[in-house]
Nanobody, 114 residues
């Protein structure tokens, strides 16, 4: 079955960096677009970044220039490098793939606080 497993979250000070990883299985990774979403407390889940099967990328305006999404098809992994983190980046981050329906990982908590 489809599985998405995120890792790499944690507590970081403003201005710091984190790298999130999502390892996928159960589908043909290299032909599918992948995405990262996030959900802050009391807010709706929002798109952070997407990467196509050919590695074209799209970013939310709020993270442009600070976050980088990438993929490694040999490892069926999608990464999210997050730099210059701000308190408003605090959220649970989810990996996503849309097949016959959307699939989500379990999420990884990112907390940006001094």
């Amino acid at each position: 079955q489809v599985q998405l497993v995120e890792s790499g979250g944690g507590l970081v000070q403003p201005g710091g960096s984190l790298r999130l990883s999502c390892t996928a299985s159960g589908f043909i990774f290299k032909i599918n677009n992948m995405a990262w979403y996030r959900q802050a407390p009391g807010k709706q889940r929002e798109l952070v970044a997407t990467i196509s099967s050919s590695s074209n990328t799209i970013y939310a305006d709020s993270v442009k220039g600070r976050f980088t999404i990438s993929r490694d098809n040999t490892k069926a992994t999608v990464l999210l490098q997050m730099n210059s983190l701000k308190p408003e980046d605090t959220a649970v981050y989810y990996c996503n793939v849309n097949l016959v329906r959307p699939y989500w990982g379990q999420g990884t908590q990112v907390t940006v606080s001094s």
